[in-house]
């Protein structure tokens, strides 16, 4: 059985992949598939750009055109697994630069991942400052 810290490492390796071979509308989804269960469900704060419950493999295809039109990178520089219990805690902290604005933020993230069977079924980011993050992406 696969442990869901394993599976969550080799998720974001599949992630980096796939934004470094151009992400959405050009790099395919398949890398990235097999790590989300067909129901999972993406949960980020409303007040952000990308916003809102994504859905499903097809949710998270939208969702990850939606994070590419937001930012011209998102970087996540460091990550710390606080809990690999159910769910995964994880730090993460993110340098990133608006596509809208050319302006530059370094933000930490905090999620909880539940995993099961292998795939995650659930994501809960917490961002500290979601105003912040939206000011920086609103010309």
Same mark, same amino acid.
């Given at each position: *059985?696969?442990?869901? #810290?394993? $599976?969550? &490492?080799?998720?974001?390796?599949? !992630?980096? @992949?796939?934004?470094?071979?151009?992400?959405?509308? $050009?790099?395919?989804?398949?890398?990235?598939?097999?790590?989300?269960?067909?129901?999972?469900?993406?949960? /980020?704060?409303?007040?952000?750009?990308?916003?809102?419950?994504? @859905?499903? +493999?097809?949710? *998270?295809?939208?969702?990850?055109?939606? *994070?590419? @039109?937001?930012?011209?990178?998102?970087? *996540? #520089?460091? /990550?710390?697994?606080?809990?690999?219990?159910?769910?995964?805690? #994880?730090?993460? !902290?993110?340098?990133?630069?608006?596509?809208? &604005?050319?302006? +530059?933020?370094?933000?930490? %993230?905090? /999620?909880?991942? &539940? %995993? +099961?069977?292998?795939?995650?079924? !659930?994501?809960?980011?917490?961002?500290?400052? &979601?105003?912040? %993050?939206?000011?920086?992406?609103?010309?």
């Amino acid at each position: *059985m696969t442990s869901s #810290v394993e $599976v969550l &490492t080799r998720m974001y390796a599949a !992630e980096a @992949r796939y934004l470094a071979a151009g992400g959405p509308g $050009v790099a395919s989804f398949d890398e990235l598939a097999p790590f989300f269960d067909e129901n999972m469900v993406l949960h /980020q704060a409303e007040a952000l750009p990308y916003g809102g419950t994504w @859905r499903g +493999h097809a949710g *998270m295809e939208r969702f990850f055109a939606a *994070m590419s @039109r937001t930012w011209e990178s998102f970087d *996540m #520089v460091a /990550q710390r697994i606080l809990s690999a219990g159910d769910p995964l805690v #994880v730090h993460t !902290e993110v340098s990133a630069r608006s596509r809208a &604005t050319g302006r +530059h933020l370094a933000f930490p %993230i905090l /999620q909880t991942l &539940t %995993i +099961h069977n292998g795939r995650i079924t !659930e994501v809960h980011p917490f961002y500290w400052d &979601t105003a912040k %993050i939206a000011a920086a992406c609103t010309p």
